[in-house]
């Protein structure tokens, strides 16, 4: 299973960013999918999922409306649009994958993770 995020950056507070992922290695039309985020001294944590056809999506609660997950199964990749980006944003984000849905890609148990890309947002 590999996973490659790109689209971070530097941004003021205010700006938008898209990440992608482009997944290969696995069946990506057969999991569901998410994002995740890791700031400089603080513990992963859930950012957004999506489901396998991209009808049902789910948001940690700091998203407040800010940022979109969808998908493209034709080029197995999922995205992460966000706008209205605030400091407290600024972190490595990754994405990640799970056949078995959307609440098991929340509980965030997977053996391994990319490399993420850096988003960093200035005040």
């Known amino acids: 299973v590999q996973v490659a995020e790109s689209g971070g950056g530097v941004v003021q507070a205010g700006g938008s960013l898209r990440l992608s992922c482009l997944v290969s290695g696995y069946t990506f039309t057969s999991n569901a999918m998410g994002w995740f985020r890791q700031a400089p001294g603080k513990e992963r944590e859930f950012v957004a999922n999506?489901?396998?056809?991209?009808?049902?999506?789910g948001y940690a609660d700091f998203v407040k409306g800010r940022f979109t997950i969808s998908r493209s199964n034709a080029k197995n990749t999922v995205y992460l649009q966000m706008n209205n980006l605030e400091p407290d944003d600024t972190a490595v984000y990754y994405c990640?994958?799970?056949?078995?849905?959307?609440?098991?890609?929340?509980?965030?148990?997977?053996?391994?993770w990319g490399q993420g890309t850096q988003v960093t947002v200035s005040s």
């Open positions: 990640n994958g799970d056949p078995r849905g959307r609440d098991y890609v929340r509980a965030a148990q997977f053996p391994s």
């Open positions: 999506i489901d396998i056809g991209g009808s049902a999506t």
